[in-house]
């Protein structure tokens, strides 16, 4: 009878803990998320979408989850590739061609100004908030804010932007000092 | 006395001194024109307040600090401005940035400073003053005086530092500064006292240096203050690096990324305190300094009292030219000083030394050979960090590791260069990783903006969609209710 008991216990038991387990798996838990954060601070944050995700936190989530690969980001680059592989233990491999190249200097959108209609079709498209204009006026690209994503190119009708070298700006300055002969003391 | 403790690593190096201490400390003669970069000192360059064609005096005012980390410029002989234009500086290594060309008209007609009584001032009134003299730190960083003693007192500092421990093989200006103006070094201690609040003042100078020893020790007899007291370091390069000095004296570590004033430390070179001395006794702000020239490549090195804007040319012709052997020109001393591309450059304020170096002052190099591991470098290295690890992680320009790893501490004292049996250029490499650190720092800012834009654009967007559905919504609801009506 006892031992009837037990047995009973012992499946009620199993029952509950795999209800319990199913609920955790449908939950995204704090693990996952976390997760996710540390995925997306690895990313360039470009939303250039050239992964086939909708920007870089739904790549960052699918990675989390298995169903991407870490070779998908072009504006990444190999360091991107190789940060990834790091975090999630896979083997780290070329960018697949197939999403896009790595540009070999950061490039940002020119818009050729006296060809623009200002029809702020670009301005919709747009990931970053980086062009500025109105309709019918004038559309000009924030140089500093633009991620280089191209998304802004199939959406102009007149087909006015281009990508060009991304400008030097003032922040990189020769620091004081260098770059100084190495030299020792005789003796 | 306080006893020596010393720090981690260093070398022991052939100092090179005696050459240059024989005589003593001469003044220069006071070259034809004068060029005074505007960017001399650490931080934002300074705004002029003259114009060309203007007369100006010897002393007077002629850039102001912009900014909270700037610092004054006076003009250090008295004629009329010719120009403000880019000029080669030494700083940066014969680079043109904007400089104050002054015409010396020979005159020297000073310009009238106040003179002051520094103890019947407040410490806040005192601050101010100090940062009009135009001050910086002498010992080659060049910060401002007033930025660095504002940031002491936010911090609550308790204990002055003076460093007197010229450790670089060559330098001898503050030994000799030391020696004939001991008593300005005390009187710019008690001032830098007064000013921060401090209330100790250590003065470190390094063993093997008695004639320096002697002066200030009768220097502080003589001021009667209780406060200050002196202290010898072991002569071990780079001892007279700000944190080594630090753990040599009082026995702790400045946090790494933090600063002396963190542990309550206010570090000032000797010959900063001198010029606060200078400045506040005679109204004579900084518009000369002493500068060693020495070296098998000059015939009579010796010290010389220049003034701010001479060129380098003027002092070795003082010094009695250069020798048939010399072959590099170097701003600073034989460790981590730079070379100069040519001798057609101003005296900064941060000019504290120029050698003319022969091939027996230079370092024979060979070429380099693959790291063996040996570890020598980290034994050397005075801030903990291992070279040969480091020198990986540059040749793979791996970013994250060399953060990882303190790349950002090296102070590039050459340490482990020196002892490198490979004979590899650790500090060139080092040097030449650290703007990829800046980059890679760069590149997260970038990428937190840009998402913090994209979120921005999708919250609005999520608004603005769904505004627009309530204002559909109302819009229907009387005509639905009309309908019903007219049913």
Redesign the interface.
């Known amino acids: 009878m006892s031992l009837l008991l037990a047995l009973l216990l012992m499946t009620g038991v199993t029952a509950v803990g795999g209800a319990a387990s199913a609920a955790a798996a449908r939950r995204p838990t704090q693990r996952a998320a976390d997760l996710i954060d540390r995925i997306?601070?690895l990313?360039?944050?470009?939303?250039c979408r050239r992964c086939t995700f909708d920007?870089?936190?739904a790549y960052a989530t699918a990675l989390a989850r298995g169903e991407a690969d870490v070779n998908q980001c072009p504006p990444g680059g190999e360091r991107t590739v190789a940060?990834l592989a790091a975090l999630l233990g896979r083997p780290a491999r070329p960018v697949d061609p197939r999403f896009g190249v790595t540009p070999a200097q950061p490039l940002v959108a020119w818009i050729d100004e006296p060809a623009c209609i200002g029809c702020t079709k670009c301005i919709q498209a747009c990931?970053?908030?980086?062009i500025v204009g109105a309709p019918r006026y004038m559309h000009t690209v924030i140089a500093a804010?633009c991620?280089g994503c191209e998304l802004c190119i199939p959406s102009c009708p007149v087909d006015c932007i281009v990508l060009r070298p991304a400008p030097v700006d003032g922040?990189?300055q020769?620091?004081?000092?260098?770059?100084?002969?190495?030299?020792?003391?005789?003796? | 006395m306080t006893g020596a403790r010393g720090f981690h690593g260093g070398l022991r190096l052939d100092s090179h001194n005696e050459r240059s201490t024989a005589t003593p400390i001469r003044s220069a003669q006071a070259p034809p024109q004068l060029v005074l970069p505007l960017d001399q000192h650490a931080g934002a360059p300074a705004r002029p307040l003259v114009r060309p064609g203007e007369r100006v005096l010897c002393g007077q005012p002629i850039a102001e600090p912009d900014g909270a980390i700037s610092a004054w410029l006076h003009a250090s002989a008295s004629g009329a401005i010719t120009a403000i234009e880019p000029r080669p500086a030494p700083h940066l290594l014969g680079a043109p940035t904007l400089s104050i060309v002054i015409d010396n008209d020979g005159r020297d007609e000073p310009f009238q400073s106040d003179c002051i009584r520094f103890e019947q001032l407040a410490p806040s009134a005192l601050l101010a003053h100090l940062a009009r003299g135009g001050v910086v730190g002498l010992g080659g960083a060049a910060f401002p005086l007033g930025a660095k003693l504002a940031s002491a007192a936010r911090a609550g500092a308790i204990a002055l530092l003076l460093n007197g421990a010229e450790c670089e093989p060559y330098i001898t200006c503050d030994d000799m500064l030391m020696r004939e103006r001991a008593q300005d070094v005390v009187l710019g201690a008690r001032i830098l006292l007064h000013a921060s609040g401090a209330v100790s003042c250590t003065i470190a100078i390094e063993e093997e240096t008695p004639h320096a020893e002697q002066a200030l020790r009768a220097a502080i007899e003589a001021a009667h203050d209780e406060r200050i007291v002196l202290a010898t370091v072991p002569n071990i390069y780079p001892g007279g690096g700000e944190r080594q000095l630090i753990a040599s004296v009082f026995g702790r570590e400045v946090p790494h990324s933090g600063l002396p004033a963190d542990i309550g430390v206010l570090c000032h070179n000797v010959a900063t305190a001198a010029a606060v001395a200078q400045w506040v006794r005679d109204g004579r702000p900084l518009t000369s300094r002493i500068v060693t020239v020495t070296g098998d490549g000059v015939h009579r090195a010796c010290n010389l009292e220049v003034r701010i804007g001479a060129p380098i040319a003027a002092l070795i012709a003082e010094c009695g030219g250069y020798t048939p052997r010399v072959l590099r020109l170097i701003m600073g001393g034989s460790m981590m000083g730079p070379a100069l591309p040519h001798d057609d450059l101003p005296v900064v304020k941060a000019t504290n030394c120029i050698v003319a170096a022969s091939a027996l002052d230079l370092q024979p190099r060979g070429g380099e050979t693959p790291c063996i591991r040996c570890g020598d470098c980290a034994e050397v290295c005075p801030a903990f960090l291992l070279p040969q690890q480091l020198h990986w992680f540059a040749r793979s320009a791996d970013a994250a590791a060399l953060q990882a790893h303190g790349l950002l501490d090296c102070i590039e004292c050459g340490c482990c260069d020196f002892v490198c049996p490979s004979q590899i250029p650790l500090v060139e490499r080092f040097r030449e990783s650290k703007p990829l650190l800046a980059r890679a720092a760069e590149q997260r800012a970038d990428a937190a903006a840009n998402r913090a834009r994209y979120q921005a654009r999708n919250e609005r967007l999520e608004r603005l969609a769904a505004e627009q559905r309530e204002a559909l919504a109302r819009r229907r609801r009387p005509q639905a209710r009309a309908e019903r009506e007219t049913k």
């Open positions: 997306d601070d990313l360039p944050q470009t939303q920007g870089c936190r940060a990931p970053v908030d980086a804010e991620t922040r990189v020769p620091s004081r000092g260098a770059p100084r002969v190495s030299m020792g003391a005789a003796g």
